[in-house]
């Protein structure tokens, strides 16, 4: 029997810069916090796939970015944007996978970001949780927009 399809959605507003990104900088705003996908699932420690991640930004660059978003069943402890993601060795342990936004698509003042190449990823909520975290880096050099905003859209089902 197929599970109940869910949606959730975390975002991110960058700094006023357009400083642009060195590969694997991390992608946040002036406050070193995790993006959270809240209540992903209706009760604590239950299963879910990802089917269908979809990034939208809010910036229509020349060259537009790839980006690699990492999820976690436990918040990681992530700093400020542009810098370096170096997580604990225990904190590697939550990791659930990997979605490459790689794939753009322009349209009027925004682009919309889904993966060329994508397999299912499978998690499950802790045990007291219901909620998993994201970290996004940038996977090559990006000339971001000054606050240009991340919005990021989980489209999967519970198991």
Request: net charge negative.
């Amino acid at each position: 029997m197929p599970g109940v399809p869910f949606q959730v959605r975390a975002s991110i507003m960058r700094p006023a810069n357009t400083t642009q990104y060195t590969a694997k900088d991390v992608v946040n705003g002036s406050v070193a916090e995790a993006l959270r996908f809240k209540w992903l699932t209706p009760f604590p420690g239950m299963g879910y796939w990802i089917l269908n991640p979809v990034m939208i930004s809010s910036n229509a660059p020349t060259t537009t970015g790839n980006f690699k978003l990492l999820l976690f069943n436990q918040r990681p402890t992530t700093p400020i944007d542009h810098a370096v993601f170096a997580p604990e060795k225990p904190e590697l342990g939550y990791l659930i996978g990997v979605v490459g936004f790689d794939n753009a698509i322009k349209i009027s003042g925004a682009t919309i970001y889904t993966p060329s190449a994508f397999s299912p990823v499978w998690g499950q909520c802790l045990a007291n949780d219901q909620d998993i975290f994201g970290v996004l880096l940038d996977d090559a050099a990006y000339t971001p927009a000054s606050t240009e905003t991340f919005n990021i859209i989980l489209n999967g089902q519970w198991e």
